[in-house]
């Protein structure tokens, strides 16, 4: 079962679209979220709010259940809280996050996934991670993109300040690595999988994903390969032996081991664990 630290992909769905809805549930997303903000029209926010509702308090899933309400500061955001109090949700997702937005939503309650996708968002970051309430950030490009006037490049230089960012301000914060933006061409895996490792060589551990299709390629690059499982298990053992034997850092296959690249093993170890698809 996965968790809020060991979630990889985030799948959203339009709350207004029970099909979607159902089988966005059945893809085997690490968690699922119901959407009331930007995949709803302003008339059918009213029938999505019930929807998501009703769907989430009866299916039964494997997958971590969340809903993306209206931003604070519209006139739709407490009327979606209200809606959605009674749940028993994993997170709530907070779009255009800020801290003066994190800190509307009060103490009380399921954890919050603050989207940074605002010129002011982005600077205020890790701020806004600092919320105990905050179990994560994620990477929103499309409005960001539209505040600054940057353009899509094939190597994704334009967002790199802002993964990076997010990747600091996460650490710094002592949060989970954050989610990064949607790849926006569905059919597109190739681009999928070359975007996902990208993001994890920065320090992202998660994608925001917007179809079941992309499910596949997003758990599995952001989980252990096996090749990186069996180097982490020889590392540590190495460690140890070591330290068994009086070491303080020892040598494999050429390289120094010393604590720092244990700890890394370790949490290798660990992160394959809490995958659902990892089987020991």
Request: charged share 25%; aromatic share 4%; glycine share 8%.
């Amino acid at each position: 079962m996965p968790t809020l630290a060991s979630a990889r992909s985030l799948l959203f769905a339009p709350g207004s679209d029970e099909r979607k809805l159902v089988k966005a549930v059945e893809a085997g997303a690490d968690a699922v979220v119901a959407d009331l903000e930007d995949a709803v029209s302003l008339p059918e926010k009213p029938a999505a709010r019930t929807l998501a509702a009703q769907l989430f308090g009866e299916i039964s899933t494997r997958s971590l259940r969340m809903i993306r309400i209206n931003g604070v500061g519209t006139d739709l955001w407490e009327d979606d809280v209200a809606a959605i109090d009674h749940l028993d949700l994993d997170a709530i997702v907070l779009p255009k996050a800020t801290p003066e937005a994190v800190e509307a939503l009060g103490s009380a309650g399921p954890p919050l996934i603050a989207i940074v996708e605002t010129a002011q968002g982005l600077r205020l970051a890790y701020e806004t991670a600092l919320s105990p309430r905050v179990a994560a950030l994620v990477l929103g490009a499309v409005d960001l993109g539209l505040e600054l006037g940057i353009e899509p490049r094939a190597d994704g230089q334009e967002v790199l300040f802002a993964r990076s960012k997010l990747v600091l301000d996460s650490a710094a914060a002592r949060i989970r690595g954050p989610f990064d933006l949607v790849h926006v061409d569905v059919r597109d895996a190739e681009g999928l999988e070359a975007e996902c490792r990208l993001a994890r060589s920065l320090g992202l551990r998660g994608k925001a994903c917007i179809h079941p299709a992309q499910i596949q390629v997003v758990n599995a690059v952001f989980a252990p390969s096996e090749a990186e499982l069996a180097r982490a298990r020889r590392i540590v053992e190495a460690y140890e032996r070591g330290v068994a034997e009086g070491r303080g850092a020892v040598a494999l296959d050429g390289e120094m081991i010393d604590l720092p690249v244990v700890e890394r093993a370790r949490q290798v170890l660990a992160d394959a664990k809490r995958s659902v698809f990892y089987a020991n």
